[in-house]
C-alpha cells in the first residue's frame, strides 16, 4: 500500500503556500516541519478519528436517535484504515532503520 499525499490532501501546516517563497530560515528547517511535522499532524489526526469513533460507538450504545448506526460505522472504517496506514508508515520506518544499521560502512 503507498501512501502519496497530494496538495489537496495535505495538512494545512505542511501544505506550501502558494506564491510564498521560504525564507533561509524556513528552508533549512523544512515547510512545517518537514516529515516529523507531517507525521506528528497524520498521528494527530488518527488519534481524532479513534476518538470520534468510540464516542459515537457510546452514543449508538446509549440509543440516542441522533446518531445513526451507518454514521458510526463509517466513522469506524476510517479511523480502522488510519490506523492500519500509521502502521505500515511505522513498520517501513522500522525497516528503513534496519536496513542502515546493518550497512557496511
Not at 512545517?32 to 488518527?46: D, I, Q, R
Amino acid at each position: 500500500m503507498d501512501l502519496k499525499l497530494s496538495p489537496v490532501s495535505m495538512p494545512t501546516t505542511v501544505r506550501p503556500s502558494a506564491g510564498v517563497r521560504p525564507s533561509a530560515s524556513t528552508s533549512a528547517q523544512g515547510v512545517g516541519g518537514g516529515f516529523s511535522g507531517a507525521l506528528k499532524t497524520a498521528l494527530n489526526s488518527v488519534s481524532a478519528s479513534q476518538n470520534e469513533a468510540t464516542r459515537l460507538q457510546q452514543e449508538v450504545q446509549m440509543e440516542n436517535p441522533k446518531v445513526s448506526l451507518e454514521e458510526t460505522m463509517v466513522a469506524i472504517q476510517k479511523a480502522q484504515i488510519g490506523f492500519q496506514a500509521s502502521l505500515h508508515v511505522r513498520n517501513r520506518m522500522v525497516q528503513a532503520y534496519t536496513d542502515i544499521m546493518n550497512m557496511q560502512v
